[in-house]
Protein backbone atom coordinates (compact mmCIF):
# COMPACT_ATOMS: atom_id res chain seq x y z
CA UNK A 1 0.00 0.00 0.00
CA UNK A 2 1.14 3.64 -0.66
CA UNK A 3 1.83 4.73 2.92
CA UNK A 4 3.76 8.06 4.02
CA UNK A 5 6.49 7.71 6.55
CA UNK A 6 6.77 10.66 8.91
CA UNK A 7 9.65 11.79 10.62
CA UNK A 8 11.07 12.51 13.75
CA UNK A 9 9.00 10.05 15.01
CA UNK A 10 9.21 12.24 18.46
CA UNK A 11 9.45 16.01 18.92
CA UNK A 12 9.64 17.66 21.61
CA UNK A 13 9.57 21.54 21.76
CA UNK A 14 8.71 25.02 24.34
CA UNK A 15 5.17 26.56 23.62
CA UNK A 16 5.94 29.29 21.36
CA UNK A 17 8.55 27.69 19.27
CA UNK A 18 7.75 26.36 15.67
CA UNK A 19 7.42 22.33 14.79
CA UNK A 20 8.59 20.85 11.57
CA UNK A 21 7.27 17.11 10.93
CA UNK A 22 8.29 15.46 7.61
CA UNK A 23 7.09 13.01 5.51
CA UNK A 24 8.34 10.89 2.60
CA UNK A 25 6.21 8.27 0.37
CA UNK A 26 7.65 6.20 -2.17
CA UNK A 27 5.31 6.23 -5.67
CA UNK A 28 3.52 9.05 -7.15
CA UNK A 29 0.56 10.82 -5.96
CA UNK A 30 -2.99 13.03 -6.22
CA UNK A 31 -2.46 14.46 -3.34
CA UNK A 32 -1.26 14.16 0.17
CA UNK A 33 -2.93 14.89 3.65
CA UNK A 34 -2.07 15.74 6.89
CA UNK A 35 -4.23 14.33 10.59
CA UNK A 36 -3.82 15.16 13.87
CA UNK A 37 -4.39 12.15 16.65
CA UNK A 38 -5.11 13.91 20.24
CA UNK A 39 -4.12 10.75 22.65
CA UNK A 40 -6.30 7.64 22.31
CA UNK A 41 -8.79 9.57 19.49
CA UNK A 42 -10.09 9.30 15.98
CA UNK A 43 -7.84 11.20 13.70
CA UNK A 44 -8.53 14.84 12.45
CA UNK A 45 -8.11 16.45 9.02
CA UNK A 46 -5.66 19.20 9.24
CA UNK A 47 -4.97 20.07 5.52
CA UNK A 48 -5.15 18.54 1.78
CA UNK A 49 -2.78 19.52 -0.57
CA UNK A 50 -2.89 18.60 -4.32
CA UNK A 51 0.05 17.10 -6.46
CA UNK A 52 -0.01 20.44 -8.39
CA UNK A 53 0.41 22.72 -5.49
CA UNK A 54 3.82 23.67 -3.52
CA UNK A 55 2.04 25.30 -1.02
CA UNK A 56 -1.00 25.70 1.19
CA UNK A 57 -1.64 27.65 4.59
CA UNK A 58 -4.51 26.90 6.97
CA UNK A 59 -4.14 29.07 10.52
CA UNK A 60 -1.14 28.33 12.03
CA UNK A 61 -0.37 25.53 9.79
CA UNK A 62 1.69 25.38 6.52
CA UNK A 63 2.51 22.22 3.99
CA UNK A 64 4.93 22.11 1.58
CA UNK A 65 5.02 19.78 -1.46
CA UNK A 66 8.44 18.55 -3.25
CA UNK A 67 7.30 15.75 -5.81
CA UNK A 68 10.50 15.68 -7.20
CA UNK A 69 12.00 14.53 -3.61
CA UNK A 70 8.65 12.79 -2.99
CA UNK A 71 8.22 14.71 0.89
CA UNK A 72 6.04 16.94 2.67
CA UNK A 73 6.76 18.63 5.68
CA UNK A 74 3.70 20.30 8.05
CA UNK A 75 4.71 23.04 10.01
CA UNK A 76 3.51 24.46 12.86
CA UNK A 77 3.67 28.03 13.60
CA UNK A 78 3.89 29.85 17.80
CA UNK A 79 2.94 26.22 19.02
CA UNK A 80 0.45 25.71 22.19
CA UNK A 81 0.16 22.93 24.35
CA UNK A 82 -2.70 22.44 22.87
CA UNK A 83 -0.93 21.10 19.71
CA UNK A 84 0.48 18.47 21.74
CA UNK A 85 -0.66 15.43 19.82
CA UNK A 86 0.65 13.13 17.34
CA UNK A 87 0.65 14.13 13.20
CA UNK A 88 0.02 11.59 10.80
CA UNK A 89 0.58 12.00 6.63
CA UNK A 90 -1.61 10.38 4.28
CA UNK A 91 -0.08 10.25 0.43
CA UNK A 92 -3.36 9.67 -2.15
CA UNK A 93 -1.98 7.48 -5.14
CA UNK A 94 -4.21 8.48 -8.50
CA UNK A 95 -7.04 5.70 -8.44
CA UNK A 96 -5.96 4.03 -5.27
CA UNK A 97 -8.77 3.15 -2.91
CA UNK A 98 -6.58 3.40 0.11
CA UNK A 99 -5.93 5.78 2.70
CA UNK A 100 -2.94 4.41 4.69
CA UNK A 101 -1.23 6.45 7.23
CA UNK A 102 2.52 5.60 8.64
CA UNK A 103 3.55 5.49 12.40
CA UNK A 104 3.70 9.32 13.18
CA UNK A 105 5.53 12.50 14.12
CA UNK A 106 4.55 12.68 18.16
CA UNK A 107 5.03 16.31 19.23
CA UNK A 108 5.14 17.22 22.68
CA UNK A 109 4.55 21.10 23.42
CA UNK A 110 6.02 22.43 26.53
CA UNK A 111 4.08 24.91 28.34
CA UNK B 1 -23.85 16.90 13.56
CA UNK B 2 -21.66 15.30 10.97
CA UNK B 3 -19.81 12.32 12.33
CA UNK B 4 -18.99 8.72 12.53
CA UNK B 5 -20.31 6.24 15.70
CA UNK B 6 -18.54 3.30 16.65
CA UNK B 7 -20.33 0.97 19.53
CA UNK B 8 -19.11 0.38 21.52
CA UNK B 9 -16.25 2.65 23.07
CA UNK B 10 -14.89 -0.53 24.63
CA UNK B 11 -15.04 -4.08 24.94
CA UNK B 12 -13.57 -7.29 26.72
CA UNK B 13 -14.44 -10.40 25.58
CA UNK B 14 -12.87 -13.86 25.74
CA UNK B 15 -11.03 -15.70 23.26
CA UNK B 16 -13.25 -17.43 20.53
CA UNK B 17 -16.48 -15.92 21.50
CA UNK B 18 -17.68 -13.58 18.40
CA UNK B 19 -18.66 -9.75 18.61
CA UNK B 20 -19.10 -7.40 15.57
CA UNK B 21 -18.14 -3.64 16.33
CA UNK B 22 -20.58 -1.23 13.98
CA UNK B 23 -19.84 1.99 12.52
CA UNK B 24 -22.38 4.37 11.10
CA UNK B 25 -21.84 7.62 9.29
CA UNK B 26 -24.51 10.05 8.51
CA UNK B 27 -22.82 12.21 5.29
CA UNK B 28 -24.26 9.85 3.09
CA UNK B 29 -20.14 8.98 2.38
CA UNK B 30 -19.42 6.32 -0.60
CA UNK B 31 -15.99 5.41 1.12
CA UNK B 32 -15.72 3.65 4.21
CA UNK B 33 -12.96 1.75 6.20
CA UNK B 34 -11.75 0.11 9.48
CA UNK B 35 -8.05 0.71 10.97
CA UNK B 36 -6.34 -0.48 14.06
CA UNK B 37 -3.58 0.96 15.91
CA UNK B 38 -1.28 -0.92 17.83
CA UNK B 39 1.78 0.78 19.92
CA UNK B 40 4.95 1.39 17.47
CA UNK B 41 2.99 -0.07 14.67
CA UNK B 42 1.04 3.35 13.54
CA UNK B 43 -2.29 3.19 11.72
CA UNK B 44 -2.60 -0.25 9.59
CA UNK B 45 -5.42 -0.69 7.13
CA UNK B 46 -8.53 -3.74 7.64
CA UNK B 47 -10.58 -3.42 4.67
CA UNK B 48 -12.49 -0.33 3.27
CA UNK B 49 -15.36 -0.50 1.74
CA UNK B 50 -15.93 1.48 -1.82
CA UNK B 51 -20.00 1.65 -1.85
CA UNK B 52 -22.49 -0.91 -1.15
CA UNK B 53 -21.80 -4.35 -1.38
CA UNK B 54 -17.96 -3.49 -2.05
CA UNK B 55 -15.25 -4.30 0.21
CA UNK B 56 -11.42 -5.19 -0.57
CA UNK B 57 -8.65 -6.14 2.36
CA UNK B 58 -6.39 -4.17 3.26
CA UNK B 59 -3.25 -4.59 4.84
CA UNK B 60 -4.34 -6.59 7.93
CA UNK B 61 -7.11 -8.14 7.40
CA UNK B 62 -6.81 -11.59 8.46
CA UNK B 63 -9.24 -12.65 11.16
CA UNK B 64 -11.48 -10.27 10.62
CA UNK B 65 -15.09 -9.75 8.22
CA UNK B 66 -17.02 -6.68 6.97
CA UNK B 67 -20.32 -6.26 4.93
CA UNK B 68 -21.51 -3.11 3.11
CA UNK B 69 -25.22 -3.78 3.24
CA UNK B 70 -25.98 0.12 3.14
CA UNK B 71 -24.29 3.33 2.61
CA UNK B 72 -24.30 4.38 6.29
CA UNK B 73 -23.22 1.33 8.05
CA UNK B 74 -20.19 -0.82 8.29
CA UNK B 75 -19.69 -3.63 10.38
CA UNK B 76 -16.62 -5.27 11.98
CA UNK B 77 -17.14 -8.65 12.51
CA UNK B 78 -14.50 -11.25 14.22
CA UNK B 79 -15.72 -14.01 14.04
CA UNK B 80 -12.92 -15.76 16.59
CA UNK B 81 -11.13 -13.42 17.87
CA UNK B 82 -7.75 -13.90 19.41
CA UNK B 83 -5.29 -12.25 21.99
CA UNK B 84 -3.20 -11.13 19.08
CA UNK B 85 -6.50 -8.52 17.95
CA UNK B 86 -6.37 -6.56 21.55
CA UNK B 87 -6.35 -3.29 19.76
CA UNK B 88 -7.52 0.52 19.26
CA UNK B 89 -10.21 -0.25 16.08
CA UNK B 90 -11.17 2.91 14.21
CA UNK B 91 -13.54 3.31 11.85
CA UNK B 92 -13.41 6.19 9.11
CA UNK B 93 -15.79 7.42 6.19
CA UNK B 94 -14.81 9.77 2.70
CA UNK B 95 -17.44 11.06 -0.12
CA UNK B 96 -14.88 9.51 -2.31
CA UNK B 97 -11.45 7.56 -2.53
CA UNK B 98 -8.47 9.25 -1.35
CA UNK B 99 -9.09 12.31 -2.96
CA UNK B 100 -10.91 14.29 0.50
CA UNK B 101 -11.19 14.10 3.53
CA UNK B 102 -11.89 11.33 6.09
CA UNK B 103 -14.16 11.34 9.10
CA UNK B 104 -12.50 9.22 11.96
CA UNK B 105 -15.09 7.61 14.35
CA UNK B 106 -13.94 7.28 18.19
CA UNK B 107 -12.36 4.33 18.50
CA UNK B 108 -13.30 1.29 19.93
CA UNK B 109 -10.88 -0.09 22.57
CA UNK B 110 -11.00 -3.82 22.31
CA UNK B 111 -9.21 -6.75 24.59
CA UNK B 112 -9.34 -10.34 23.78
CA UNK B 113 -8.23 -12.86 27.15
Known amino acids: SQQGEEDPQALSIQEGENATMNCSYKTSINNLQWYRQNSGRGLVHLIL?????REKHSGRLRVTLDTSKKSSSLLITASRAADTASYFC???????????FGKGTKLSVIP | EAQVTQNPRYLITVTGKKLTVTCSQNMNHEYMSWYRQDPGLGLRQIYYSMNVEVTDKGDVPEGYKVSRKEKRNFPLILESPSPNQTSLYFC????????????FGQGTRLTVV
Open chain 1, 49 to 53: IRSNE
Open chain 2, 92 to 103: ASSLSTVNTEAF
Open chain 1, 90 to 100: APGRAGSYQLT
